[in-house]
């Protein structure tokens, strides 16, 4: 690097482990300087290419036919960990390969908590049930969440269920190329509000999606910037009521010129979540 006239080089420092910094630093000598490029490098892969489309895409397809089949064998008195291997089973069968972070299944109040690890909990009727999971495929990352029912959903499931539901679509539906970031997750909070239900929301609407589960564009409230087309983002909207339960719906969107293309196929319509 020294004998290219290279005075500084800069390194993506929010993955690389301090070991290899130092490793690296120890190589180039002290004529070369290394710098922090976590901005510059979250930037470019922010905006995906076509190619990078196409694998979120399958990471999406793998993740619905995924949850679909193991949400077909839950059943009452199963154990939030014995539901959560059920989903790591059925990624693995159906091409994923690994999973895109921890598989959260959170049963009854539970549900309260958005990043509850699943535990010996039982999964009774009636109860809300959130599953939050990701198939990875070439490095790439899937993120879905659906809520759940084994049987007839109690009427305070359903009207929290359709009120995140239509703030999930107010939330999409301002997904554009030029708009603010921070748009799709104010529309979220916005229909949350015209309902009373501000008080149960207790995280922001969604984040960027790629090689890393939580990468650019941010998408939360205090967003800056604007939304470009080749972004993909998560729209995930959730309600929290402690010691009841909650509700979270998420399905990934690609930032399109005249809106955005949902790569999600899953179910969410309000008789989806009875299963």
């Excluded at 020294?2 to 910094?21: I, Q, Y």
């Excluded at 990701?134 to 049987?151: E, H, K, P």
């Excluded at 748009?183 to 090689?211: Q, R, W, Y």
Aim: with cysteine; proline share 4%.
């Amino acid at each position: 690097m020294e004998s290219l006239g290279a005075g500084k080089v800069a390194v993506e420092d929010a993955t690389t482990p301090a070991a290899s910094w130092f490793t690296l630093q120890e190589t180039v000598g002290s004529a070369v300087i290394l710098v922090r490029a976590n901005d510059a490098v979250d930037a470019l892969r922010a905006q995906k290419t076509p190619e990078e489309i196409e694998l979120l895409a399958q990471a999406a397809s793998c993740t619905d036919l995924s949850f679909a089949h193991a949400v077909s064998r839950f059943k009452p008195g199963m154990t939030e960990r014995q539901a959560a291997d059920l989903v790591r089973e059925a990624l693995q069968q159906i091409g994923s390969d690994g999973e895109a972070f921890d598989t959260i299944v959170a049963a009854g109040a539970n549900a309260a908590k958005p990043h509850h690890r699943p535990g010996g909990y039982e999964l009774q009727a009636n109860e809300p049930i959130i599953i939050d999971m990701g198939a990875r495929i070439d490095g790439y990352n899937g993120d879905l969440t659906r809520t759940v029912c084994l049987g007839k959903p109690e009427e305070r499931l359903v009207t929290i269920y359709e009120a995140v539901l239509a703030a999930q679509a107010a939330g999409l539906s301002a997904i554009r190329s030029g708009i603010q970031a921070s748009s799709p997750d104010l529309a979220t909070k916005d229909v949350f509000a015209g309902l009373g239900l501000e008080s149960h929301v207790i995280h922001s609407a969604g984040h960027g999606l790629g090689l890393r589960v939580h990468e650019a564009p941010s998408v939360s409230k205090r967003a800056t910037g604007l939304l470009e087309s080749g972004n993909v983002v998560t729209m995930e909207p959730g309600l929290y009521v402690p010691d009841w339960g909650g509700v979270r719906i998420e399905d990934v969107a690609v930032v399109e010129d005249g809106g955005y293309r949902n790569l999600t196929t899953a179910p969410k319509g309000i008789e989806s979540m009875t299963i």
